[in-house]
């Protein structure tokens, strides 16, 4: 059973940045498609960035140019910098592989406001 620790959040002002790091358990991690994925309170769960195995990266567009997603299949880590932060950002942040999905992990939490 993987199991995904998220960790990195934190309260951040509008236009600052932070870094999460989401580490999964196991030797499977480097074969699937990772996303980065958040739930603002009262909304449903959403896909922000994913990256392939192979490398290849999209972004939700309300992050594009803002987000950077990156893995280390050594590490079996995979990272979301947030730069340019805005109060809209704010959300827990998961991560997880694309359907069908691993347990959830605890999330971690992002707070952007002055």
């Known amino acids: 059973q993987v199991q995904l620790v998220e960790s990195g959040g934190g309260l951040v002002q509008p236009g600052g940045s932070l870094r999460l790091s989401c580490k999964a358990s196991?030797?499977?991690?480097?074969?699937?498609?990772m996303g980065w994925y958040r739930q603002a309170p009262g909304n449903q769960r959403e896909l922000v960035a994913r990256v392939a195995n192979d490398g290849f990266i999209r972004y939700a567009d309300s992050v594009k140019g803002r987000f950077t997603i990156s893995r280390d299949n050594a590490e079996n880590t995979v990272y979301l910098q947030m730069n340019s932060l805005k109060p809209e950002d704010t959300a827990v942040y998961y991560c997880n592989k694309l359907l069908p999905f691993w347990p959830w992990g605890q999330g971690t939490r992002v707070t952007v406001s002055s």
């Open positions: 196991g030797n499977i991690f480097s074969t699937f498609t």
